[in-house]
């Protein structure tokens, strides 16, 4: 008797999820009252921006582990792909970032959807797992992605849109690398590893 016309729920689900978006944007953001700790986030988290942290890392590894220089060198790649999907879905979908509060960090673009922090950080945390312990690398990613929020320049949909994304392409690059039927799986440890758990 007093259920919600079928024509208008879809918009008030929508109108709810936009309000609850904007409200856990305001919380983290309205969190930011120490000027010391926000200079320190917006410092470590400068460090994400277009990825760079993630593929300097790769570089790393491409550099100092010779026998898997390879897997090392398509990990780094996958992670550049990923961060060119998420500019290439900004581009299209062009979300303005939030501007209830002021931003506490500069950024390249006023676009927001998705965060390219969280696309590159969760990207570089599924395919670099296959040589590091993995629990640092998706806390530093949780970490990156929290950071957009604090600073007031992502709404949260952003950072789970961004995740969602990168853990997509880490493990769809992972998939390739794996061998084909047929193909044979070298032994752990030995050079030429593939992209697989």
């Known amino acids: 008797m007093w259920s919600i016309p079928h024509s208008r729920q879809?918009?008030?689900?929508?109108?709810?999820?936009?309000a609850l978006d904007n409200d856990l944007y305001r919380r983290a953001?309205?969190?930011?009252?120490?000027?010391?700790?926000?200079?320190?986030?917006r410092r470590a988290s400068g460090l994400g921006e277009h990825g760079g942290i993630w593929l300097g890392l790769g570089l790393v590894g491409t550099i100092?582990?010779?026998h898997r220089r390879?897997?090392?060198?398509?990990?780094?790649?996958?992670?550049?792909v990923a961060?060119?999907?998420?500019?290439?879905?900004?581009?299209l979908i062009r979300r303005p970032r939030p501007t209830d509060l002021p931003p506490l960090t500069d950024t390249p673009t006023d676009l927001?959807?998705?965060?390219?922090?969280?696309?590159?950080?969760?990207?570089?945390?599924?395919?670099?797992?296959?040589?590091?312990?993995?629990s640092p690398l998706y806390i530093t990613a949780l970490a990156f992605g929290y950071s957009r929020l604090y600073l007031g320049v992502h709404y949260p949909s952003d950072i789970v849109a961004g995740a969602t994304l990168g853990y997509a392409v880490g493990s769809l690059a992972r998939y390739k690398g794996r061998p084909h039927k047929g193909g044979s799986l070298p032994s752990s440890g030995t050079a030429g590893v593939p992209l697989s758990e």
């Open 29 to 41: 953001r309205s969190d930011a009252t120490n000027q010391g700790l926000v200079t320190w986030v």
């Open 112 to 134: 927001s959807f998705p965060s390219s922090h969280a696309v590159t950080s969760f990207a570089a945390a599924r395919v670099y797992s296959e040589f590091l312990p993995s």
């Open 10 to 18: 879809p918009n008030s689900l929508s109108n709810r999820a936009r």
């Open 83 to 91: 961060y060119g999907i998420s500019t290439s879905v900004k581009l």
């Open 70 to 80: 390879k897997e090392w060198c398509k990990a780094t790649v996958s992670v550049a």
């Open 64 to 66: 100092i582990d010779s």
